[in-house]
Nanobody, 125 residues
């Protein structure tokens, strides 16, 4: 299993950024996937998840601003981040779930078995 994130960087408050995660080594379309972040001095949190059948879940902190999506043909996971805030500054990880999930299960860190290396996103003027 390999997960490689790209697209992090510096963005101004109110700006947008799109992150990608290229997956390989497993049957991508069969697994729930998630984006997890860790802000400086804080614990990791699951901010968005998408199931194998396309259902999406969002943490309250990003709901309405971030969009998770997947392209099964390309084995790629995306996170579109809009209206970004300084508190979105974090290292962002792409992760593969242990099969399927629904509701609260998609937000449990323990559900995610494999993680990418992470990309740093900084929101600052």
């Amino acid at each position: 299993v390999q997960l490689v994130e790209s697209g992090g960087g510096l963005v101004q408050p109110g700006g947008s950024l799109t992150q990608s995660c290229a997956a390989s080594g497993f049957f991508f379309s069969a697994y729930a996937m998630g984006w997890i972040r860790q802000a400086p001095g804080k614990e990791r949190e699951v901010i968005a998840a998408v199931t194998s059948d396309g259902r999406t879940y969002y943490a309250d902190s990003v709901k309405g601003r971030f969009t998770i999506s997947r392209d099964n043909a390309k084995s790629t996971l995306y996170l579109q981040m809009n209206a970004m805030k300084p508190e979105d500054t974090a290292v962002y990880y792409c992760a593969r779930g242990a099969g399927g999930c629904a509701d609260y299960r998609c937000f449990e860190l323990a559900f995610y078995e494999n993680w990418g290396q992470g990309t740093r996103v900084t929101v600052s003027s």
